[in-house]
């Protein structure tokens, strides 16, 4: 059995981005209500953007909380925050591929699996464990669904 899920790293790393944009949104409007600094367009834009870039990353975490279990010919996919488990024979894989990107020299790998009920997932290289493990379970067991990248 191969088990799929989040790695602790990355999600301490954001975990730690999103405290010091709360810390950051705190000060902001505590200046705001004690002393008042700035014009009132400065508090307003900061604590705007500071709240999407952290509602964005708070969706971001907690959508790609997953765990993935592949073995036994199936396929199980567990979303805790939605309350969903689902196990899927290989034989309702419609397709999966990988996709390969490099940026600053550096590899990044993404896998898209996508089930006969239209659900899908992804799960990448460096935000999941045991990645290399299900892409040769798949190449093993689900050759001919593969999508293969052609390049231009």
């Known amino acids: 059995m191969i088990v799929i899920k989040p790695k602790g790293s990355t999600y301490f790393s954001l975990g730690l981005i999103v405290l010091i944009l709360i810390a950051g949104l705190i000060m902001i409007l505590?200046?705001?209500?004690?002393?008042?600094?700035f014009g009132l367009w400065f508090y307003l834009i900061a604590a705007s953007i500071i709240t999407v870039v952290l509602l964005m990353l708070l969706v971001k975490m907690m959508a790609g909380f997953r765990f993935i279990t592949a073995g036994r010919d199936q396929i199980i996919l567990k979303l805790p925050l939605r309350s969903f488990q689902k196990?899927?024979?290989v034989s309702e894989i419609l397709a999966w591929e990988e996709e390969i990107l490099m940026a600053n020299k550096k590899e990044f790998r993404q896998l898209t699996v996508a089930f006969s009920d239209q659900q899908s997932f992804s799960v990448s290289n460096h935000e999941h464990k045991s990645y290399t493990e299900l892409v040769k379970y798949l190449r093993k067991k689900a050759p001919k669904k593969e999508v293969k990248n052609k390049k231009a």
């Open 87 to 89: 196990a899927y024979p």
């Open 30 to 37: 505590r200046d705001f209500a004690y002393k008042g600094s």
